[in-house]
């Protein structure tokens, strides 16, 4: 079964624009961690924001958060006044328990228009 | 701090050849992590050291496959022999421990013909 489903293939938004990227996650462990990741066609691999299971407040960096639904298993990214520099491969990843390992989503190609 | 290092970027060699990735992770990080990209399967973890210390290596594909961290400095993946289904990015990354971010390196971009 899948861990990490994102179930958008490709998405577009509007520059300015706000758009949501979809995650659904499935673990029994009540320790856990999400993390989601922006690969831009050069090809690394960009750290964005981060929730861990027991944490209260919903996680933002800059113009990232995430929309984390404990009981629906979802941490689902924002990107609020989408910017060109946007458009790339978001992917969203879980580690289980005390797990050193990410378990990564498939991904969704996000394309900003101007 | 100059990130996760690896090299070569690109590698392009024959099928049945020996190949190996080499990975500088962060000073000071306990986890090390080799991933294998491709369009089909995605991000696929291959196998993670905690201390130089192999952890999991359910991933790696089949003997053909190896890794190694003779020390915190420094691991390797090597492929022998390489075939043309091994063609895909390989990235290394590395943590502090598991409730930190994950930094990855640039990839190494590997093509067997």
């Known amino acids: 079964a899948q861990k990490i489903t994102q179930t958008q293939p490709g998405m577009f938004v509007q520059e300015k624009e706000a758009v949501t990227l979809d995650c659904t996650y499935d673990t029994s462990d009540p320790s856990y961690g999400l993390f989601w990741y922006k690969q831009p066609s050069s090809g690394e691999m960009i750290f964005l924001i981060y929730?861990?299971?027991?944490?209260?407040q919903n996680a933002t960096e800059g113009r990232y958060s995430l929309n984390f639904q404990k009981a629906r298993k979802s941490a689902n990214l924002v990107i609020s006044a989408s910017q060109l520099g946007d458009s790339a491969m978001y992917f969203c990843a879980m580690r289980e328990g005390k797990e050193g390992k990410l378990i990564f989503g498939q991904g969704t190609e996000l394309s900003v228009k101007p | 701090d100059a990130g996760v290092i690896q090299s070569p970027r690109h590698e392009v060699t024959e099928m049945g050849q020996e190949v190996t990735l080499r990975c500088k992770p962060i000073s000071g990080h306990d986890y090390l992590f080799w991933y294998r990209q491709t369009m089909m399967r995605g991000l696929e973890l291959l196998i993670y050291f905690n201390n130089n210390v192999p952890i999991d290596d359910s991933g790696m594909p089949e003997d053909r496959f190896s890794a190694k961290m003779p020390n915190a400095s420094f691991s390797t993946l090597k492929i022998q022999p390489s075939e043309p289904r091994d063609s895909a990015v390989y990235f290394c990354?590395?943590?502090?421990?598991?409730?930190?971010?994950?930094?990855f390196g640039s990839g190494t971009r590997l093509t067997v013909v």
């Open positions: 929730q861990g299971s027991y944490d209260q």
């Open positions: 990354a590395s943590s502090l421990s598991p409730g930190y971010g994950y930094t």
